[in-house]
């Protein structure tokens, strides 16, 4: 079945988006995989797959397939670019627009500059619904591995993140480092891992090791989750620039109690029809 596709972007983490709103594209993960090989497919982090949604108060909905092709429950850079897609599609002129995700529906409001700003809703520390292995919530966690302990933060946005404290974060190794921390079975379904590194209390440096994926440009979630991370541990104020490889994203949170949001670009790159 030949369908259009876009390519779109969010700071380098990039994405084909589908409109399957009429539910009869054949998605698998051999189909998600194949399209995702750089050489002999399109390319891609992530498909982002629009839908029909089933919540009343949802505008649209979405999927997301890693470039592995699982299906994985959030991702704050897709969601900036789907209210992109949406909004020059016309598919509806509501601003803002609430979608629709597997685990949760977040809203994404347009700014004027073009930027989208993603309400991403409550960062869940709880450990079951990370989920991380634990008895009891804590702040601060230790990951035996076999290369020595680990201390982390673990938080959920939607999706699992583990996040770790670096000084020197460019020249870490993040596949080596991330890799056993993403197998351990304290995280029953996986984890994306961030190495961070604060710069001041108004800027922190990411990288993120994504699952089924493998370190990115930029990772939305993961922006999220390690400035929620950092404020939990008392390191930053209300107000972060997330500096990552691909650009940088604006995250502000209050603190628990209070919706987290996060702004930054969504690019458009080119159009084609690919054979589901």
């Not at 309400?119 to 008895?135: K, L, N, T």
């Not at 000084?167 to 921390?181: C, H, N, Q, T």
Request: hydrophobic share 45%; charged share 20%; net charge negative.
């Amino acid at each position: 079945m030949l369908t259009p596709f876009t390519k779109m972007h969010g700071l380098g983490n990039d994405f084909v988006v589908v409109d399957n709103r009429s539910g009869h594209l054949p998605l698998s993960p051999e189909t998600a995989r194949r399209l995702a090989d750089r050489r002999e497919g399109v390319g891609f982090d992530q498909m982002l797959v629009i839908e029909t949604p089933t919540m009343a108060q949802a505008d649209v909905a979405f999927r997301i397939f890693n470039a592995d092709g699982g299906e994985v429950e959030n991702c704050g850079n897709g969601a900036r670019c789907v209210a992109a897609y949406v909004r020059a599609h016309e598919f509806t002129d509501v601003n803002p627009l609430t979608m629709q995700l597997p685990t949760r529906h977040v809203t994404a409001r347009t700014l004027p500059d073009g930027d989208v700003s993603i309400d991403m809703g409550h960062p869940a520390f709880a450990p079951a619904e990370i989920p991380f292995d634990a008895s009891q919530q804590h702040v601060v966690y230790t990951l035996d591995l076999p290369a020595g302990a680990v201390e982390l933060g673990a938080v959920s946005m939607g999706n699992p993140h583990a996040v770790t404290l670096h000084e020197e974060i460019d020249s870490l190794d993040l596949e080596a480092f991330a890799v056993p921390v993403q197998a351990h079975a304290r995280f029953p379904a996986g984890v994306n891992v961030g190495a961070m590194r604060i710069i001041d209390r108004q800027n922190l440096q990411l990288r993120v090791y994504e699952r089924g994926v493998g370190e990115t440009q930029a990772c939305g979630t993961g922006a999220c989750a390690a400035m929620a991370v950092a404020r939990t541990w008392g390191l930053v104020d209300a107000d972060v620039n997330v500096r990552l490889r691909g650009g940088t994203l604006r995250i502000s949170w209050r603190g628990v109690g209070h919706p987290l949001w996060m702004t930054g670009p969504a690019a458009f790159v080119f159009t084609g029809e690919v054979e589901f």
